[in-house]
């Protein structure tokens, strides 16, 4: 037997930008990033999808681009008009949505050097991302991200992904964005609940990476339910600069291994989801699987009961749910039927269970199984106290 093994990596870079007035006529955002690659050829084709919520929310913008884009005449143009998408959830579970995409970009001979412009939340970054990233092997993507959770988490990253069957996130790649561009001026239109789920991606990453962003929030959780834009843009800020950070620097930014840490909270979350017909969103539910794992985490010792009800009371401060119904529900065999999201990320992470739990207030840990009898005391306090 003869083994020829090399090892090799790939550095990527890409800019996250957080702006104000991406499409006004003299903003130059666009240009500074489209300039980033010198050798591409002239003018810069885009295809731009954009989430039907943002459109509706924002009924100026198409004619806005379209003045942006004659301002540019020569330098950019479209492929093809714009293309529009449902927003949430719906756009990952939609069936033929992803081939749709891929139609456009090869109907319309859409290149490498090419780039697919995203405007919306994290659901049509997530579809918009999962495309781009199968024509010709990963074609560009610019993520213009509209919501507080896709500015501050989901448009960040370097996943995207698409559901299946009743599994969220099936299929999907890891495909880091040609650049990040959060303008915070989308934010205001956002509907209360959506304005919220952002917040609840900031505790999570408070809770077991940043004890001092933590008390920021606390001291900003009225603003933040009060919708004051200038908090928000500063959690959104700091909650996308520790993803980052972990991404660059947590040593397996395409999640090779077990360790999740930025899926703290998420192993019910993803369960709940799917258990309420994406009745609650994605920022909801991680607040209540916040909720759950920090009740389990003091059960279990891992950090005093009086740090998990003082997060449990941030995440009501800012207007977020901590219990659901669907955390009690039983399945046929008696067992909670929450659990199910426990074998699911087991599956996710490739048969051995770690889940992510804070240590204390600010670090974390992690764990290789779950005590069913301490998770039944968990959902049995949340009840207790919450429902
Ligand atoms: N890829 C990742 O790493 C990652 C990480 C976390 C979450 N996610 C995914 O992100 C999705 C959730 O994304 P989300 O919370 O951004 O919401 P969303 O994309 O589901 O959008 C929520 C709603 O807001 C509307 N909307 C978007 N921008 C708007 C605006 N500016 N004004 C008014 N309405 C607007 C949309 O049309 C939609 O109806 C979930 O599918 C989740 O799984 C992905
Ligand atoms: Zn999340």
Redesign the pocket.
């Given at each position: 037997m003869k083994v020829v093994e090399e090892r090799f990596s790939v550095a990527f870079a890409y800019p996250v930008i957080f702006c104000r007035g991406l499409f006004g006529e003299d903003c130059g955002v666009l240009d500074e990033v489209l300039g980033r690659d010198a050798e591409a050829p002239l003018p810069h084709r885009l295809l731009i999808v954009m989430?039907?919520?943002?459109r509706a929310?924002h009924p100026g913008l198409p004619m806005a681009i379209a003045r942006w884009l004659t301002a540019r005449q020569g330098r950019v143009e479209l492929a093809a008009p714009i293309e529009y998408l449902p927003?949430?959830?719906f756009a990952?579970r939609q069936d033929g949505v992803v081939g749709k995409l891929v139609k456009l970009a090869y109907q319309t001979h859409f290149g490498r050097k090419d780039a697919f412009v995203a405007i919306?939340?994290?659901?049509?970054q997530?579809v918009v991302g999962y495309a781009a990233a199968l024509v010709h092997r990963g074609c560009r993507t610019i993520r213009v991200n509209?919501?507080t959770?896709?500015q501050a988490?989901?448009g960040v990253?370097v996943?995207?992904?698409v559901d299946y069957g009743a599994c969220?996130?099936f299929l999907g790649t890891f495909a880091p964005p040609f650049a990040v561009i959060n303008d915070a001026d989308?934010?205001p239109?956002?509907?209360d609940r959506?304005w919220r789920?952002g917040i609840a991606e900031a505790v999570k990453v408070a809770v077991i990476k940043d004890a001092a962003f933590l008390d920021w929030l606390w001291a900003h959780a009225d603003a933040l339910r009060m919708r004051d834009l200038e908090a928000m843009a500063e959690l959104v800020e700091r909650t996308a600069r520790l993803h980052l950070a972990h991404i660059a620097n947590g040593g397996d930014a395409f999640e090779r291994g077990a360790a999740r840490p930025l899926d703290f909270g998420h192993w019910s979350a993803h369960r709940l989801e799917a258990m309420t017909c994406y009745q609650l969103?994605?920022?909801e539910a991680v607040a209540i699987g916040i909720a759950l794992d920090m009740a389990y985490a003091a059960l279990a010792g891992l950090l005093p009961p009086a740090d998990c009800t003082r997060v449990v009371a941030l995440l009501r401060a800012c207007g977020l749910p901590v219990w659901c119904d669907e955390l009690a529900l039983r399945g046929t065999d008696g067992r909670l039927a929450v659990l199910e999201g426990l074998r699911q990320f087991r599956e996710h992470l490739g048969g051995r269970l770690c889940v992510t739990l804070p240590d204390g207030l600010g670090a974390k840990t992690e764990v290789g199984e779950m005590d069913e009898a301490l998770l039944e005391r968990a959902v049995a306090l949340l009840r207790e106290r919450y429902a």
């Open positions: 989430d039907q919520g943002v929310a927003g949430g959830e990952k919306g939340g994290g659901a049509v997530d509209t919501t959770l896709s988490d989901a990253g996943k995207n992904g969220k996130n989308f934010l239109t956002l509907p959506e789920n969103t994605h920022g």
